[in-house]
């Protein structure tokens, strides 16, 4: 009886994405009834070409517009590195970075019982023939630093085991900037534990 | 080059709205990727609607579905009071406190001639025509507790005085440098109710 129902649902549709809560969502929502309509269609129109343009790349598993992805079809970068990371966020965060110029593989989320994801949820199968088929020095496992991504990367350095291929896992320690004040325990305990000789 | 044009043009678009930066937008578009092609074809849906069925109501100016809007043709509510607030997020803010029971008036901004609005750009001149048409006690000004709000309800007071109405202003219950689009119900409602006779 208060808004129109296309305000409302439009405040509903926003409050089913993460981190929007009510009041972001009416916000938003009557920031876009004051906006152009070109800014409104615009994004009307990416949201409904999202999924029908995505593809994902039979090679990493990352989505992209093709398969294989320019990173799996760019010959300057280095087969023999293979990142494991476990969803095409995660890899973008990484490319953002600059610093690895090697390959990726998109595992689809972390090992998780309680929510059903088992090895067979994840695309650790696919892992295990890439590294199998050769070629490959190093497998660095780049799930994230959480109950979840730790249980997948041990998971995964047991079964490559036998393939006799390097397994590394990304450092833990005190993020760039960060204050040691502020940091959690588990932080800054893993972040002297992994300390490194100074200066060298 | 790394991600797909259709992703990138998603980030985009929601890095337009206000509150979204580059790592927000880039999380709801792995979101929405990964998410039902439901979810995200109702928000795409909902958004393409959103202008085109909401109409503005040609009694309070405010946004809804049909037009008079369901306050203007609510009878139980009091013809006597009129509530001028800025925009229909506040008018929705105070809705929601449901310490009022009079009508609206939607002014579609406030008086800012820095970004170009002036009198003319507000819907001023209609409300003077609502309160000299008769039937108006009290013209409560409810445009935001800051600078620009604190102005228009200042010059709406003296554009009223000649027709003889009694103006109040919102109570400051409201914190200095608020929003009433952010504010709590309980606070929107202890500040209308403690509203006080303007300019004097």
């Known amino acids: 009886m208060r808004g129109s129902p296309a305000?409302?649902?439009?405040?509903?549709?926003?409050?089913?994405?993460?981190?929007?809560?009510d009041k972001s969502a009416s916000r938003l929502?009557?920031?876009l009834l004051g906006a152009p309509d070109s800014l409104v269609a615009d994004l009307a129109d990416a949201l409904s070409r999202l999924k029908q343009e995505t593809v994902m790349c039979a090679d990493c598993f990352n989505l992209g517009d093709r398969t294989p992805c320019p990173i799996c079809s760019d010959d300057r970068r280095d087969d023999s590195l293979l990142c494991v990371v476990e969803e095409p966020a995660d890899?973008?965060?990484?490319?953002?970075?600059?610093?690895?110029?090697?390959r990726y593989h998109v595992l689809g989320g972390t090992l998780s019982p309680i929510d059903g994801m088992g090895p067979g949820e994840l695309r650790i199968g696919e892992l295990e023939r890439r590294v199998r088929s050769?070629?490959?020095r190093e497998v660095i496992l780049a799930t994230n630093p959480n109950a979840e991504g730790d249980a997948t990367a041990h998971y995964i350095g047991d079964r490559l085991r036998p393939a006799g291929v390097l397994v590394s896992r990304i450092a833990y320690g005190m993020p760039l900037g960060g204050d040691l004040e502020y940091a959690d325990h588990v932080t800054v305990g893993r972040s002297l534990e992994n300390r490194r000789k100074f200066s060298d």
Chains 1, 2 share one sequence.
């Open 7 to 21: 305000i409302d649902r439009v405040i509903a549709s926003l409050k089913r994405l993460p981190g929007i809560g």
């Open 29 to 31: 929502a009557f920031f």
């Open 91 to 102: 890899l973008s965060a990484i490319e953002k970075s600059g610093s690895f110029k090697g």
């Open 134 to 136: 050769g070629g490959i």
